[in-house]
């Protein structure tokens, strides 16, 4: 309950950062909506099998005619899914809530197209994981995780535009190392979320195409 009291206030306050930052002529701002496909590296799993959904707003800073800032604040699904039934092999579901946070630059060209990167904080708020149809009780999540995000994206219109990201997790999403997973990162070894998104977005004020 104080992880979703916190996150409430959070995304509020977020929202009047929003209001205000779009009275400024470099700022904008919008919402965005859509939905990802994911897979946990060192799980022993593969491929990405596992839809989820993402949402949320974002405000942006016009540094010059090609560069920006942008940060947001979104709710997101991540995880990993195996429906296999073959001998050996059970079936597996882990749903990953998460608030993520993500802080990005942003280079634009033909006015249209753009390019992205950057860190993101990813809150830990809840999660489901199954095997063979029963909750199991695993190794703990972080209550917070690092990732990376590098996207690319176009407008549609002045106002609308479409979006694609990877964005893949820089430290271990459990808290604490486990001998069944096998992933071996730069710094530790454990399992890593692996995400591919794409979301609809809309700016509140029109982009001069």
Known sequence: MKIIFRTTILFIFFLVIVTYSLKAQRFNGGIMIGGDVSQVDGDTYSGYTKFGYLGGAYVSLQISPHSSFQMELEYIQKG????????????YLLRIHYIEIPVLYQYTFKKRFYFEAGPT????IGSLEMKDGLQV?????????????????????????????????????????????YRRMVFERGQYNNVLSLSVLWDFKAKDL
């Open 121 to 124: 904080l990813d809150i830990y």
């Open 137 to 181: 009780n695993g190794v703990p999540f972080r209550p917070v995780c690092f990732s990376g995000i590098f996207g690319f994206g176009a407008y549609i219109t002045k106002h609308l535009k479409l979006n694609l990201r990877a964005n893949y997790s820089l430290n271990s999403l459990r808290s604490e190392n486990d001998i069944g997973y």
């Open 80 to 91: 990993s899914r195996n429906d296999t039934t073959a001998i050996g092999i059970t079936s």
